[in-house]
T-cell receptor, first 117, second 117 residues
Framework: KQEVTQIPAALSVPEGENLVLNCSFTDSAIYNLQWFRQDPGKGLTSLLLIQSSQREQTSGRLNASLDKSSGRSTLYIAASQPGDSATYLCAVSPQEGGLVNDYKLSFGAGTTVTVRA | GAGVSQSPRYKVAKRGQDVALRCDPISGHVSLFWYQQALGQGPEFLTYFQNEAQLDKSGLPSDRFFAERPEGSVSTLKIQRTQQEDSAVYLC???????????????FGPGTRLLVL
């Protein structure tokens, strides 16, 4: 069974500092990896999706890297702002079964980020 | 242009009661998912519908859990004889895509927080 681990569980930084969030997974046979943001009382919002053949994806201040062979991904958030305070979750979909199983996301427990003004 | 909605947002049940949780997906979305998110954990996959067909129910934790989507739109997750370990946030997600591209386009609802006393 795929196990997804996120370290640290919580992080508090002053505004302007860069954030580094880590995600590791035990089975490298993945179809893709996503980073989500979860705000209290709200659903998940997809931030970045990296296909298994890619090494990184960028969107604005966000950059995510993927090292599939070592089972690791890192989310970098540059110049953090108080509005970045949220829980960040990574999730992988399995390669097994081809495309038909891509909906079976395995999530980590998340990293809760607090950016202090 | 409404997103995925879920009701009720909060539910308190006495142990042994039956509960029904509703999900209204984005109009026209083919695929629908239910997840269970325990406190401090990532979401766990419960079940997947493509239109009215329940293609995967492998994540349902026991036969007390039942999900349906009779007309291929609104879905209901029913939990019979609730137990304290059922306390969690139940998330619903929908996608306009079928298997093979679903993981790239899941839109999540705000969840129903269930507390079983």
């Amino acid at each position: 069974k795929q196990e997804v681990t996120q370290i640290p569980a919580a992080l508090s930084v002053p505004e302007g500092e860069n954030l580094v969030l880590n995600c590791s997974f035990t089975d490298s046979a993945i179809y893709n990896l996503q980073w989500f943001r979860q705000d209290p009382g709200k659903g998940l919002t997809s931030l970045l999706l990296i296909q298994s053949s890619q090494r990184e994806q960028t969107s604005g201040r966000l950059n995510a890297s993927l090292d599939k062979s070592s089972g690791r991904s890192t989310l970098y958030i540059a110049a953090s702002q108080p509005g970045d305070s949220a829980t960040y979750l990574c999730a992988v979909s399995p390669q097994e079964g081809g495309l038909v199983n891509d909906y079976k996301l395995s999530f980590g427990a998340g990293t809760t980020v607090t950016v202090r003004a | 242009g409404a997103g995925v909605s879920q009701s009720p947002r909060y539910k308190v049940a006495k142990r042994g009661q039956d509960v029904a949780l509703r999900c209204d997906p984005i109009s026209g979305h083919v695929s629908l998912f239910w997840y269970q998110q325990a406190l401090g954990q990532g979401p766990e996959f419960l079940t997947y519908f493509q239109n009215e067909a329940q293609l995967d129910k492998s994540g349902l934790p026991s036969d007390r859990f039942f999900a349906e989507r009779p007309e291929g739109s609104v879905s209901t997750l029913k939990i019979q004889r609730t137990q304290q370990e059922d306390s969690a946030v139940y998330l619903c997600a929908s996608s306009p895509n079928r298997q093979g591209r679903v993981s790239e386009t899941q839109y999540f609802g705000p969840g129903t927080r269930l507390l079983v006393l």
